[in-house]
């Protein structure tokens, strides 16, 4: 099985920062794509953005310019780095990977923007 364990999340002023970690059991050389979502309360879970083993990422409008997704596979994790972030980012944030078509998630890591 496939174990991604978050953490970073918290509380930022807007304008404020903040960098999520997804770290991966065992190799991440295997997944192709990992992906951060996000799911703010009373609304569908989304994309924020995904970056391949070739180094190729891939941005939400709402986050292009602000968010930068990053991995690392000699350390097995994937990284979302916030800057300038607005309430409207509030949502629990979500590591992702498909392996083989099951989709693996983390636990969840819950932002909070405040005004």
């Known amino acids: 099985q496939v174990k991604l364990v978050e953490s970073g999340g918290g509380l930022v002023q807007a304008g404020g920062s903040l960098r999520l970690s997804c770290a991966a059991s065992?190799?991440?050389?295997?997944?192709?794509?990992m992906r951060w979502y996000r799911q703010a309360p009373g609304k569908q879970r989304e994309l924020v953005a995904h970056i391949t083993n070739g180094g190729y990422t891939y941005y939400d409008d709402s986050v292009k310019g602000r968010f930068t997704i990053s991995r690392d596979n000699a350390e097995n994790s994937v990284y979302l780095q916030m800057n300038r972030l607005k309430p409207e980012d509030t949502a629990v944030y979500y590591c992702n990977v498909l392996v083989e078509l099951t989709n693996y998630w983390g636990q969840g890591a819950q932002v909070t923007v405040s005004s």
């Open positions: 065992g190799s991440i050389f295997r997944f192709n794509v």
